[in-house]
């Protein structure tokens, strides 16, 4: 009797728990962070220990528990099933779902039929029923571990498969301890109400605690694709095998301490468990081991390469496919993020785009005819910064920059070669689990390093393309440009032709000022229009004409005494001269000035200062403006036809300025901080001219 009152308040208790959160997971229902079979399942559990702890006093109804069970099982399916389908990165085969709930609707027909014939066997010593319970708690343990392994989860899946899976995980040992003593425990078939009650009792905390947080998802890589051959049911073997083991032992020689080490066992192995499945570090070490037994090769070839180009084919916003590239790699060799370093134009490599790794607050650019670059496009070489002097991936690491001791976690640096070129090179950071490289990583390493940099080249060449497109459709409104100044050419030639034959006639000098007017008026909007908008493109080469560059800033700064600020102006002692067209360098004078006055207030300053030295001559125009971000002087600043004017330019100007300084040999340099000013810093060399 005493027994049978232990039997109906755990259930019942339990029962209650199960209660509670049926109405948490309706409430979470409604705000959308779960879904309605997961309240299904949780009414039937309630309902099972409900009718568990009813059937301790009527004991008529106790032939009826193996059909509840199933049923309760099959709703468990369902809503774990469920949550995998709608969570899934990579759906599971249909036939999965298909097995999973034919089986157990075999085992409920199966278990109706004996219903029917029989009602005589007590349940504890019933062995389909025992056979019942092993089923479906492996089942359950192989749908827990699917959803857990392939899906990005949110904290209240892993929560649900933390309660789902302990709920699983002691009916495995009950039901596994009753077939090899060919009865079930009836200390343990009443301690299972309240095992069931406080697994409820965590997901209900769990669900209270994050329903108005935020969305928190964690990805879980998996070095090989496993569907049915899962490691649950590996688990779940050596488990059953241990418990027939060591309950036989016990049950021999324990004596009065076989309950306390039968206890002892199970909460070591469910501690285990819970370990296995939430340490990371412990299933990448796992899966180590089961790449170096179990197959021939570390990767499964196939399986990444596909990931590797599926991915890279997505589309990507424009400038994102450089980290774009960096995820994709990252992903293959389980590394967290890493950098991406290429051709800055400048003959060097600077950081493009970085993930998941901290650069430090230095330049870390790299000049192309570095040895570190050499060894990279001649050899190929992988450099791994963090290797041990005995292995010979460091045989080279003599010839690591010296900015790569100040980036933490840095793993391995991999050139990035496209049909024998190095357009770039990039740094992963270190994995959870750093292991040994070997020849397959730094083969597929060099592989996959090809074919990213072709990835990237194809985007670098589909801008490059674009800007093409976008000179060719400003070289067609020169064209119109053109046809206007031909007319008005036309009209002015016409005045100039008549003028011999009617300068007595009034009418005719009134005709001819009104077309005069006419024709200035046109040209002056012309030349509005186009003051800041030369013809786009590579500068011409300088003409020998030597200018003085003294006269030619103050005649810049003349053009703009229009707007405010008034710029001011330092000259140099000397006047220096160079070689170049006066109108081309007139005009990118005048286009920094009359930036600089578009962005600063007019009672701001802009300084426009010339100083000479014996090699060059340093030409810079300071205000204290809106300025600009860093982010914008490397990713817009110099794109031509990337105007923020909002139609009143066509963003070619300071392209055309930069271009321009190149040519003469020189620097042109940005500096810049929001709300406090920019500062172009022009250094044009005096020994080529």
């Known amino acids: 009797m005493f027994s049978q009152d232990i039997s109906s308040l755990s259930y019942s208790g339990g029962g209650i728990i199960f209660g509670v959160l049926f109405f948490v997971t309706v409430y979470t229902y409604r705000k959308q962070q779960t879904h309605i079979l997961l309240s299904t399942a949780v009414l039937f559990s309630a309902a099972f220990n409900f009718f568990v702890g009813f059937s301790d006093n009527y004991p008529q109804y106790v032939h009826y528990i193996p059909i509840l069970e199933i049923l309760k099982s099959g709703a468990w399916f369902a809503a774990i099933l469920s949550s995998l389908s709608l969570g899934s990165a990579s759906p599971m085969p249909k036939r999965f779902y298909w097995l999973i709930h034919g089986l157990w609707l075999a085992l409920l027909a199966i278990n109706l039929l004996s219903l029917s014939y029989s009602q005589t066997i007590e349940l504890a010593i019933n062995p389909l029923y025992t056979w019942n319970g092993l089923f479906l708690s492996i089942l359950g343990l192989v749908s827990v571990e699917q959803l857990y392994r392939n899906t990005d989860q949110e904290r209240h899946v892993k929560l649900l498969c933390i309660s789902a899976g302990s709920i ?41 605690t994050f329903v108005n947080s935020p969305e928190q998802r964690t990805s879980i890589s998996i070095s090989r694709p496993i569907a049915f051959y899962s490691t649950s049911l590996t688990t779940a073997g050596f488990f059953l095998s241990l418990m027939a083991a060591g309950g036989y032992y016990i049950k021999l020689y324990g004596g009065t301490w076989g309950v306390i080490l039968q206890v002892v066992l199970i909460f070591s192995a469910c501690v285990g468990i819970v370990v296995i499945f939430v340490s990371r570090t412990i299933r990448t070490r796992l899966s180590v081991i089961i790449d170096k037994n179990f197959f021939n090769h570390k990767y499964d070839y196939r399986t990444e390469w596909l990931r590797l180009i599926h991915y890279l084919s997505l589309p990507s916003d424009e400038g994102d496919f450089h980290k774009r590239a960096i995820k994709a790699v990252a992903s293959t060799f389980r590394s967290p993020g890493g950098c991406v370093w290429m051709d800055n134009g400048s003959g060097g490599y600077w950081p493009a785009a970085t993930h998941n790794l901290a650069l430090p ?94 990835y990237i080249a194809r985007h670098t060449s589909a801008e490059q393309l674009a800007e093409s497109k976008q000179f060719d459709a400003y070289n067609k409104l020169t064209a119109f440009v053109m046809h206007d100044l031909k007319n008005l050419i036309a009209q002015q030639a016409l005045v100039v032709e008549n003028a011999a034959k009617h300068k007595e006639n009034p009418a005719f000098i009134e005709d001819a000022i009104s077309t005069i007017d006419n024709s200035v008026k046109r040209m002056s909007n012309l030349l509005q229009k186009l003051q800041q908008k030369d013809q786009p493109g590579t500068p011409s080469t300088p003409s020998f004409g030597s ?118 040999g020189g620097d042109f340099s940005v500096e810049s901080t929001p709300g406090e000013g920019t500062l172009f810093i022009l250094t044009i060399p005096l020994t080529q001219h």
């Open 361 to 454: 607050n230095i330049d870390i650019s790299e000049p192309k005819n570095s040895d570190f670059c050499s060894a990279l496009k001649n050899q190929e070489w992988v450099f791994s910064p963090s290797a041990d002097s005995t292995n010979q991936t460091s045989n080279m690491n003599e010839l690591l920059p010296g900015w790569v001791n100040n980036i933490q976690n840095l793993w391995i640096l991999l050139p990035l070669l496209n049909d024998n070129e190095l357009i770039g090179f990039m740094g992963l950071a270190k994995p959870p689990l750093e292991t040994q490289l070997t020849w397959e990583d730094l083969d597929l390493l060099k592989t996959v390093g090809r074919q990213v940099s072709s």
């Open 168 to 208: 699983f995980l002691y009916d495995l040992y009950l039901f596994a301890h009753g077939l090899v003593f060919k009865q079930i425990d009836y200390d343990l078939w009443y301690a299972r109400g309240a095992i069931g009650g406080t697994s409820a009792l965590l997901l209900t905390v769990g669900l209270l």
């Open 547 to 664: 200018i003085e560059i003294n006269k030619v800033l103050v005649d810049a700064c003349n053009k703009c005494h229009e707007n405010y600020p008034i710029p001011s102006l330092r000259l140099a002692d000397t006047s220096p001269k160079l070689p170049v067209d006066r109108d081309r360098f007139e005009m990118v004078m005048v286009h920094l000035i009359k930036n600089a006055q578009e962005a600063t207030s007019k009672d701001g300053f802009i300084d426009v200062t010339l100083s000479v030295n014996s090699n060059s001559i340093k030409i810079e125009v300071e205000d204290n403006g809106e300025g600009m971000s860093q982010q914008f002087i490397k990713e817009r600043l110099f794109k031509p036809f990337d105007s923020t004017k909002s139609g009143k330019g066509m963003g070619i100007g300071v392209y055309q300025a930069r271009e321009l300084i190149k040519v003469l």
